[in-house]
């Protein structure tokens, strides 16, 4: 596959599973790198070949997470389920998070590990009157994997049917981030005493980093619905986002800046918000899951049934297999020069086929 590239803000989608001719130009300059450095940056990575399926028959799932031991999770957002991948591409059920009550977008949904002692996953989840973050020790080896009792992090981030949020991630500097979403209050998200509308920044038991920046475990704010967080290989944060009616939005995520919403949706040039790095109309993105290979960054689009992708350092995006596999909902780094996504056909909202959802693995290369 070959992709090609315009310097236009907002892409056109091609027929699948090529990539389409698609693009846009950054909101704010980058700085160029060059290639003879001796730290140079990585280069741009893009699919090749046509992706095959490790797993199937996943009942609503929205989180993947590869262990360093080589296991794989995966949350099932209306069971509640945390299902082991097992080598033979089966599944297995490794353990039901306690207190999950699925209401319509909420549910189990992001997960997170972090290898300290015998290790930890992370969990967000819906509860029955907030969204909620726990851990929970790792029990077992591969093929067999456990999680034992819940140790609450964090509670009373809001929650509704829609706009939760939901994705966790620990970044280079030992901290747990979350994104959490408006919960369907506006409101929320312009509200420094709100969890709503924002990315979070905690402690790995919850607490409040002393270099926040307004002393409290809010990072960045003026979000709708972020559900991707990904860092490059300078240690960047980069959050997808949900828009409304008109943009969905990849930024640049950094201590106490504003996004915008509800004031600015999309690049509004506007004093005191800080404008996304790309945007794309509605029913070719809904971005939920982001990942990052070196510095090119993937956003699994629902709505917009394709697999985005954006080289940072230079700015240029196109779009890959368009309406191939229907909703996508997450994608990692896979092992090896691999890339890792997993379909969302069962949320509602979709048209499953026999055997959904689905995770894919595709090869990707310079």
Known sequence: MAASTVALLCACAASAPRPSVSSSTPAQPTPEVSS????????????????????EGLDVPWSILRLPNGATLISERDTALVRELLPD???????????????????LLGLAYLPEDSGWVYAYFTAASDNRIVRMPVTGAAGSLG?????????????????????????????????????GNTGNAQN???????????????????????????????????????????GQLWASEFGQNTWDELNLITAGAN?????????????????????????????SGLASVGDTLFLAALRGERMWRVDSS?????????????????VVSGPGSTLWFVTNNTDGRGSPSPGDDRLYQVQVAP
């Open 36 to 55: 003879t450095a001796p730290d140079a940056a990585p280069a741009p990575v893009h699919p090749v070949g046509d992706p095959v399926v490790i797993a």
């Open 89 to 107: 591409g089966s599944l297995r059920d490794a353990a039901t998070v306690a207190g999950v009550v699925p209401n319509g977008e909420g549910g």
């Open 147 to 183: 999680l034992g009792e819940p140790e609450t992090v964090l509670t009373g981030i809001p929650a509704a049917g829609n706009h939760n949020g939901g994705r966790l991630g620990f970044g280079p500097d030992g901290m747990l981030y979350a994104t959490a979403g408006d919960a």
């Open 192 to 234: 420094l005493d709100s969890l709503g509308g924002k990315v979070l920044r905690m402690t790995p038991t919850g607490e409040v980093p002393a270099d926040n920046p307004f002393g409290t475990l809010v990072y960045s704010y003026g979000h709708r619905n972020p559900q991707g967080l990904a860092w490059d290989s300078t």
């Open 259 to 287: 996004y915008g919403w509800p004031e600015v949706e999309g690049i509004g040039q506007t004093a005191g918000f800080t404008d996304p790095v790309q945007q794309w109309s509605t029913d070719e993105a809904s971005p």
């Open 314 to 330: 230079t700015g240029t995006v196109d779009d890959w297999f368009v309406n191939s596999f229907g909703r996508l909902r997450d």
